[in-house]
């Protein structure tokens, strides 16, 4: 799974690198980036007055909320949907099919189990990141959920409506089985989107989920970085560059 990331691009970034049209929200950079938090991902929308295609940054909370489901509870626990089935699973399907988006990192961290200084079991995180830096491109998917603000159990910045009637739009990381460049550190990884995809990938009026589940990619050998990095993306609290620094 990818259960945190860093993702530290500023908006200026973002908008040249993906060709932004309109900036919704600006992301605050992240080193640290925790299931319910805020994260950067660019989508795609139609216009409503113009029928054409508007390409934007926004902020979706990381954990998915079907549009179907009574609460915003079980957020936490839909970060990852697996490619193996989200095309038929119903949390996913409808996003797969018409609400695919890009959410842009520069690495995410996974953890091998270890002894601590005290003998006890830990854990000891890494950090995977795309070989010689750049960005690493997730594939994510996003939902809306509107649902009354007492139901969701995390705060609706950004949401639309009244106190009693709130707009909550959440994103997920698409994962698939680890290529063998990471299978020794975890036996999943998210998939990415290669930059000639990116248009396809985020069209809205491509409905047709198996095509889109052939833009995916899963990086492979030289095309990624593995290194240890400190205990300290452990806590979520911690946050800054040092904490994709590699261990000395």
Known sequence: MCGRFAASAS???????FQVELVVDEPEP??????????????????KASGAAVRKLV?????????????????ARMINARAETVASKPAFAKAM???????????FYEWTPTTGPDGKP?????????????????????????????LAPIAPRGAEGTDDDVWLTTCTIITT?????????HDRMPMTVRPEAWSDWLD???????????LLHA???AEIDTYLVAPLVNNVRHEGPELVRPLA
């Open 11 to 17: 908006t200026e970034e973002i908008i040249e690198t």
């Open 30 to 47: 992240t080193y640290n980036a925790a299931p319910t938090d805020p994260v950067p991902a660019v989508v795609e929308r139609l216009d």
């Open 59 to 75: 902020t979706p909370r990381w954990g998915l909320v079907p549009s179907w489901s009574k609460d915003a509870k079980g957020a």
């Open 97 to 107: 099919a018409s609400r695919r988006c890009l959410i842009p990192a520069d690495g």
């Open 122 to 150: 830990a854990k000891q995180p890494w950090f995977i990141r795309p070989s010689g830096g750049g960005l690493f491109v997730m594939a994510g998917l996003y939902e809306f959920w509107k649902g009354p603000s007492r």
């Open 177 to 185: 089985q680890a290529t063998d460049a990471l299978g020794h550190i």
């Open 204 to 214: 809205p009026l491509q409905t047709d989920a198996q095509a889109a589940l052939g």
């Open 219 to 221: 990086s492979e050998g």
